[in-house]
């Protein structure tokens, strides 16, 4: 690099500056606000009402324990079905859409 690319690079960046902080200035002028040439534009318009209060937890619902099965009873209904296998097949295969006319094969789904 020479040194004259050095001795100009102040003038750019001040240009540079310059021209971003007019940009940012004129990005956070508010639209409405009244200008002299037309004082009674700001009001005219009336301010927006705030919208309405809405909690965040408006929807919340409660925890409550589940009720939970026997680990005995839960072994023997895996070893009933198909043990773990099972559950690897069911997995593998593509999830089918409700409705599908698939025959229902008479187990009852695995609880875990």
Known sequence: MSIYLYSKLPAALVVL?????TTQ?????PASA?????PGASAATAPAAPPA???AL???QRYTDEKTVNWKDA??????????REYAKEASQP???EGSGKPD?????AKP
């Open 75 to 84: 072994n023997d209904t895996t070893a009933r079905i198909g043990g773990w």
């Open 17 to 21: 500056s310059a021209s971003l902080w």
């Open 95 to 97: 999830q089918a859409p």
């Open 34 to 38: 009244a200008s002299p040439a037309n």
């Open 25 to 29: 200035v004129s990005a956070q002028a």
């Open 53 to 55: 209060y809405r909690s």
């Open 58 to 60: 408006e929807g919340y």
């Open 105 to 109: 094969s008479g187990a009852a789904p």
